[in-house]
């Protein structure tokens, strides 16, 4: 069967090539998953290969790999809860300067406390 004049012979024409990185992997998350394998075309490019080699680490259970993905494909996403761990610590009074002897008492008065408030808690019961 001849071509008619004036029409393409591959009207789906040439597939294109990924120009990123982000393009390659996209269209490698969209294919079916045949078996365990993600399926690659005749002539892949690097990129599709490291592509593919990414979400199989991932489908594996490798966490970064999938985050690695998420931040990818979406952008990087800021935590919802936000790290507290940032703040500045809170500023408290320094300690007063003792010397060894109002230590050591200051300790023993502490002892004195803990053991009264123990008691009180075992009378309680």
Same mark, same amino acid.
């Given at each position: 069967?001849?071509?008619? *004049?004036?029409? %393409?012979?591959?009207?789906?024409?040439?597939? +294109? *090539?990924?120009?990123?990185?982000?393009?390659?992997? $996209?269209?490698?998350?969209?294919?079916?998953?045949?078996? #365990?394998?993600?399926?690659?075309?005749?002539?892949? +490019?690097?990129?599709?290969?490291? !592509?593919? #080699?990414?979400?199989?680490? !991932?489908?594996?259970?490798?966490?970064? %790999?999938?985050?690695?993905i998420f931040n990818? $494909? @979406?952008?990087? $996403? =800021?935590?919802?809860? /936000? @790290?507290?761990?940032?703040? /500045?610590?809170?500023? +408290?009074?320094? =300690?007063?300067?003792? %010397?060894?002897? =109002?230590? &050591?008492?200051?300790?023993?008065?502490?002892?004195?406390?803990?053991?009264?408030?123990? &008691? $009180?808690?075992?009378? @309680? *019961?």
């Amino acid at each position: 069967m001849p071509f008619k *004049k004036g029409y %393409s012979g591959n009207p789906a024409g040439r597939p +294109t *090539k990924h120009k990123l990185f982000r393009e390659a992997l $996209v269209y490698l998350l969209r294919q079916p998953l045949v078996g #365990n394998r993600i399926g690659l075309p005749k002539k892949p +490019t690097i990129e599709q290969v490291m !592509a593919r #080699n990414l979400i199989m680490k !991932a489908i594996r259970g490798h966490i970064p %790999s999938l985050k690695l993905i998420f931040n990818i $494909v @979406d952008g990087k $996403v =800021e935590p919802a809860v /936000p @790290d507290y761990f940032d703040d /500045p610590p809170i500023q +408290t009074k320094p =300690e007063p300067k003792m %010397s060894d002897r =109002e230590r &050591a008492l200051h300790i023993k008065e502490l002892f004195l406390l803990a053991e009264r408030e123990a &008691a $009180v808690i075992v009378e @309680d *019961k």
